[in-house]
């Protein structure tokens, strides 16, 4: 495939110019994008990723197409998982969601430069040494091994307080509160980093780490630096407003990770063929090609979007999915109960009693060992709970409610 630099040139001409629109029209001005504004451009972006695929079919043909949909199906997978760290950072630091878009956005920006940096290394090594795709499927097997690992460990990594934040919490003189969307501000009469700019270092550490997951995974796929280029592009493009959008949806997913543990493993597979096939190392078949089955683009597609789909529906509707949904609901309707004021209309107080009594009606038919993995704090659960109720039967015969919920326990 001969790519002109015409064409580099108005593909990276158009992925700038949707990050300074992004920046210019949602991002300067500080807000949280309603649902309705975060889903419209979500799909604005992945309309456009898939409208690109088509430019990709009349310029390229189909092969090629196969090979950007199947990368950018991949990518995007991995960003929404990314999703989840990025969603703890800035919960570690308490990030005012008026302000998470800044953080959102100097992300994709810093993920950008460092996986074209990884592509530019990854290409270049491909053309140099066949071997490398021995090592990119050993990094994408290697991975796919620990996510597993992290499933069936309790242990969670604080992925908010890696070495480079601690690095710069020793050395620099920083501060616990925020300015503002300020990077610097004055405390005591010397300049300090603020917590915006310590949570944006911890999200480009963790962006380096992405990087060394992802382009090998898209390599697998395809060897052709444009159809990486901009398959990895086109996967961040509106990672922002999807990051508002499933906010509350992400940890519905609860098999994402065993998801990509099963592509990641089988592109991983995949590379190794490609290797053996390519083969140039003296120690392995004496340096011959070995003559072993390889994966076309065709199936590998097929494999990524059926785990996933598979993976979505056994989140959303396996027992312990349908648990996390009902445990979940019911959490955020009692909050929603504590939270009224004295005032409320008596339809909503009734109709949120009516909800969450529904709702509690379910729970003896979860299971202990989900009950214990998915509720937090069942002590604090049930307190939140007996004061919503408390609350309702105090309205119920006064027609006023006068105690307040009580303070969060662990």
């Known amino acids: 495939m001969e790519i002109t630099t015409l064409q580099w040139g108005i593909t990276i001409a158009l992925i700038l110019g949707l990050l300074a629109y992004d920046f210019v029209?949602?991002?300067?001005?500080?807000?949280?994008?309603?649902?309705?504004?975060?889903?419209?451009?979500s799909a604005v972006y992945v309309g456009i990723a898939l409208l690109f695929g088509l430019v990709i079919l009349w310029l390229e043909g189909p092969t090629l197409m196969a090979e950007y949909y199947g990368g950018y199906v991949t990518e995007k997978a991995l960003s929404v998982d990314n999703l989840f760290v990025f969603l703890i950072i800035m919960g570690s630091f308490a990030v005012p969601r008026a302000h998470q878009q800044k953080v959102l956005l100097f992300g994709i920006v810093f993920a950008l430069f460092a996986r074209t940096a990884f592509i530019l290394v990854g290409a270049a090594a491909i053309n140099a040494f066949a071997w490398v795709f021995y090592l990119f499927g050993l990094i994408l097997i290697l991975t796919a091994?620990?996510?597993?690992?992290?499933?069936?460990?309790?242990?969670?990594?604080?992925?908010?307080?890696?070495?480079?934040?601690?690095?710069?919490?020793?050395?620099?003189?920083?501060?616990?509160?925020?300015?503002?969307?300020?990077?610097?501000?004055?405390?005591n009469g010397k300049r300090a980093l603020t917590p915006m700019l310590l949570v944006m270092v911890a999200i480009g550490g963790t962006d380096i780490l992405f990087a060394l997951d992802s382009i090998p995974a898209i390599f697998g796929l395809t060897q052709e630096p444009y159809i990486v280029f901009t398959a990895t592009a086109f996967s961040l493009m509106g990672l922002r407003q999807l990051y508002f959008l499933i906010d509350g949806l992400l940890d519905r997913l609860i098999y994402l990770s065993w998801g990509l543990s099963i592509i990641l493993a089988f592109i991983g597979v995949k590379l190794m063929l490609h290797a053996l096939h390519e083969n140039t190392l003296p120690f392995i078949n004496d340096g011959e090609h070995v003559a072993v089955v390889e994966i076309g683009i065709g199936t590998s597609l097929a494999v990524i979007i059926g785990v996933l789909v598979v993976t979505v529906l056994g989140s959303l509707y396996s027992p312990k999915g349908r648990a996390l949904r009902t445990i979940q609901k019911t959490q955020n309707l009692t909050e929603r109960y504590l939270a009224l004021p004295a005032d409320a209309p008596a339809s909503e107080r009734n109709g949120l009693a009516e909800e969450i009594a529904a709702l509690q009606e379910r729970l003896p038919r979860i299971s202990e060992t989900h009950k214990n993995e998915l509720i937090e704090s069942r002590a604090w659960f049930r307190s939140r709970l007996e004061a919503a109720h408390g609350?309702?039967?105090?309205?119920?015969?006064?027609?006023?409610?006068?105690?307040?919920?009580?303070?969060?326990?662990?």
């Open 25 to 41: 029209f949602h991002v300067r001005t500080p807000h949280e994008p309603t649902v309705r504004e975060a889903a419209v451009w």
């Open 145 to 187: 091994g620990n996510l597993i690992k992290g499933e069936l460990s309790e242990e969670k990594e604080d992925e908010a307080n890696n070495v480079i934040v601690r690095l710069a919490r020793r050395v620099l003189h920083t501060t616990d509160h925020y300015d503002g969307d300020k990077l610097f501000t004055v405390q």
């Open 391 to 410: 609350q309702h039967r105090e309205f119920q015969e006064t027609g006023r409610v006068h105690t307040p919920g009580p303070e969060a326990v662990d």
